[in-house]
């Protein structure tokens, strides 16, 4: 299928590793721009040099903190000089630090709430007179399974994540009209750095190996395994393209059959 991304541009955050590089990776095989962003620049540099050498695109990269609302504008005037206008954006963060309501101050919910909730806002606010100017444009916010369902101790992204799907939905409404496409793109058990640091918290909190901790989350997964960030990266590649012209304000998730609910 040809997802019509051929010199359309990109910004795609955290994405020097994880479901952020798949994702920007597939965007660039598909022919767009990318400018892929992070905190980490070392690790940011060598990404962005192996995506374009893998695929032979434009692949750009500036580093960001995207909980800063500075580093976003930034980020968002570094695309712009780069490469142009954004056509597609895909907002993506780390995911806020494990614990109960016990273990959660003032400090971690504001941080939280800037890293997951104000940095989508910020980054959505920035590509939308672009889109809306060229009624065209594609916004996909990576989120969580626990969108659908809550995760044990992840209390701050059981909350934010959902918070993220109520603004996705009131701009899909709000903005449709416009050509503007916004979706969120949920991941369950991915093998990222982030799900493999979840199965060590867990497992030193229940005195369990990290392969018990995987074996007996793998046992809840229909298919039976992790998935690969590569899997996710197509589904979001695929939300964010022009081969998708009429789903919009969904929330899919990419979980392997993972959440049960309806």
Known sequence: MDLQLTGRTALVTAASKGLGRATATQLAAEGAKVMISSRGAEQLAKTAAEIAEATGAQVE???ADVADPADVERL???TRSRLGGVDVLVANAGGPPPGGFDAVDDAKWYLAHDLNLMSTV???RG???HMREQSWGRIAVVTSSSI???IENLLLSNTYRVAVVGLAK???IEFAGEGVLVNTVGP????????ASLDANRAEKTGLSVEEVRAQS???IPLGRYGEADEFGRVAAFLVSGANTYLTGQNLLVDGGLVKAI
């Open 76 to 78: 968002l005037g570094e």
């Open 122 to 124: 910020r980054l959505i």
């Open 188 to 195: 369950g058990r991915i093998a990222t750095d982030r799900v």
């Open 127 to 129: 590509v939308l007179p």
């Open 148 to 150: 659908k369902q809550p």
């Open 61 to 63: 990269h500036c580093p």
């Open 170 to 172: 009131s701009l899909a």
């Open 218 to 220: 793998e046992k809840a």
